[in-house]
């Protein structure tokens, strides 16, 4: 009796010790997985159908996207800012690009053209006659002064952004070539076709110097690693494969899909590489290492296009489900060996099971081996807040301005654009303007800094310039508070999670030491 009763006592005191003692992981682990690990941090929503191609502005917050919708999207990552909807491919579009100087877009399309676009709210445009089947994909040179294009009729062709012209076709594939991309330094183009084949072309002679026959399948995408000495190549096979092209050898062979692989980005600092695949999900592959090290749920469907941000702070995502995400990489910020370092830990054990796949506000799940730290942000996008954004249709110019072109985002370096003629447009693509979900004043500004106020013809608004920027700085200082108020929500729940974890814990220890 007695006795018992002391126990009960000393396990009561232990108890509430345990409460004011310290959580039982390191406190540091909370924010290592925090800070460290990819997260979403906004979707956006607008295309109507599958989105073929993703990709980020290099001199400005904006991204360009493509859909099987025949639209092309450009969104400003801004928050509360208006997205914009090129109008002018007949069919789906598959491909979409910035030129490397920022001042052009190029698309290609089901339609049997590629288009050279003017992103700004004209929304110029100028096709590329001369592919006789579907385009499916675009490139430019690193000096933006050619594009490179594949298309189903077997060939690759190469084109002068001046004059707009068709300079040569490197013919020698024997089914449809699915991409083609230049090699950084511009002397070479690598293209991949359904005939099994990876051809590696030469632009002094325009002959193909190397042929990567691949009995296992074909190639749905292809991309030069950012020095040039290797490629990586996306599997129908389900195979991720990394070729040396200078010794002409397979370097590295993932198989961590469990469908084809659609498209592939290689992180600016050449360590990582992120694969998008049918199977639904993006994975993160460590390229030093040779090993998967992140699995990104969120799209419902087929994952088709992947992309880093020049600086690889971010990337984004898009599919079949029409969405597009928005996705902060996180451990690029850390030094490469303690994210691997992190990275074992977390799968190897002497931390709680939670840390290791990501699932905030769902059930958490145990695999007994995983493979890569799982991320799930069906429920926890960090900016919810952040409605879709209004969507402005851009189909001709009508819009009164003394200014040639406007860029829809400010640039973020002063910089000279390039007027395109339009000698080549025929009246198909001066159709009718019409600004279908705006009918207000829409605020631009020019690089130079002069703010204009673009209006209708028919509807003339009168808004002082000083007052549009000072509200346009209200709405700003705005947008930071809601992302700071969803960080710190975000920061919230996981605590909370962790601390009813710890409790129950406690509670555990608490029952066995009365036993
Ligand atoms: C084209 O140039 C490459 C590299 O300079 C060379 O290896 C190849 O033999 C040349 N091919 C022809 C047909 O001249
Ligand atoms: C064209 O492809 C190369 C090689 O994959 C890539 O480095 C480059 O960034 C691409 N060009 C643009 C404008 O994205
Ligand atoms: C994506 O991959 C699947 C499976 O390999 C393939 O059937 C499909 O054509 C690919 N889609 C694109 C747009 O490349």
């Not at 290492?289 to 702070?313: D, I, M, N």
């Not at 942000?377 to 954004?389: G, R």
Request: proline letters at 6%; aromatic letters at 8%.
């Amino acid at each position: 009796m007695d006795g018992q009763a002391r126990l009960r006592k000393e396990a009561e005191r232990r108890f509430f010790a345990l409460l004011l003692l310290p959580p039982p992981f390191p406190a540091s682990s909370a924010r290592v997985s925090l800070r460290e690990d990819p997260v979403l941090i906004r979707h956006f929503k607008g295309h109507k159908d599958a989105v073929t191609c993703v990709a980020f502005s290099p001199t400005t917050r904006a991204l360009a996207t493509s859909s099987l919708d025949r639209f092309l999207m450009i969104w400003n990552l801004k928050p509360n800012t208006k997205a914009f909807r090129f109008v002018g491919h007949l069919e789906g579009v598959t491909s979409v690009q910035f030129s490397p100087d920022g001042n052009l877009l190029a698309s290609a399309s089901q339609d049997r053209t590629a288009r050279l676009w003017i992103p700004c709210i004209h929304g110029e445009s100028t096709p590329l006659k001369g592919h006789t089947s579907a385009v499916r994909s675009v490139n430019f040179s690193y000096d933006s002064q050619f594009l490179a294009t594949a298309s189903n009729d077997k060939s690759v062709k190469v084109w002068s952004v001046y004059s707009q012209r068709l300079l040569f076709t490197l013919f020698q594939h024997t089914h449809w070539v699915r991409c083609a991309k230049y090699s950084p330094d511009g002397r070479l183009i690598v293209s991949c076709s359904d005939d099994k084949t990876v051809k590696i072309w030469d632009l002094r002679n325009k002959t193909c110097v190397d042929d990567i026959i691949d009995h296992e399948g074909f190639a749905n995408y292809v991309d030069f690693s950012p020095d040039g000495t290797c490629i990586a190549c996306a599997g129908s096979d389900h195979a991720v494969k990394i070729w040396d092209i200078r010794i002409n050898k397979l370097l590295q062979q993932h198989r961590v899909h469990r469908a084809g692989v659609n498209c592939t980005s290689f992180h600016p600092s050449g360590n990582y590489l992120l694969t998008a695949s049918s199977d639904s999900t993006v994975k993160i592959l460590d390229l030093l290492g040779g090993r998967l090290l992140y699995t990104l749920h969120g799209h419902e469907g087929p994952v088709l296009s992947v992309a880093f941000s020049k600086g690889g702070e971010t990337f984004v995502s898009g599919g079949v489900d029409a969405q597009v995400l928005f996705w902060k990489t996180n451990f690029d910020a850390f030094e490469y060996k303690k994210v691997l370092k992190n990275h074992m830990r977390k799968l190897h054990g002497d931390e709680p099971p939670h840390l290791l796949d990501i699932y905030p506000r769902s059930p958490h799940r145990h695999d007994a081996k995983p493979q890569s730290v799982e991320i799930d942000p069906s429920f926890d996008v960090t900016d919810m807040q952040t409605l879709d954004p209004p969507v402005i249709d851009i189909t001709s110019p009508s819009v009164l301005l003394t200014k040639p072109s406007i860029p829809l985002v400010q640039p973020s370096m002063q910089q000279e654009r390039v007027i395109m003629q339009q000698d080549g447009m025929n009246s198909q693509d001066m159709q009718q303007h019409s600004v279908l979900s705006s009918p207000r004043a829409t605020r631009t500004s020019l690089e130079d800094g002069s703010k204009y106020i673009a209006h209708t013809m028919d509807e003339p608004v009168g808004i002082s310039p000083v007052l549009t920027n000072a509200l346009e700085h209200i709405v700003e200082q705005l947008d930071v508070l809601t992302l700071t108020v969803s960080i710190l929500e975000q920061r919230l729940t996981l605590t909370e999670d962790k601390l009813k974890e710890c409790l129950e814990n406690q509670e555990k220890l608490l029952l066995s030491v009365r036993d």
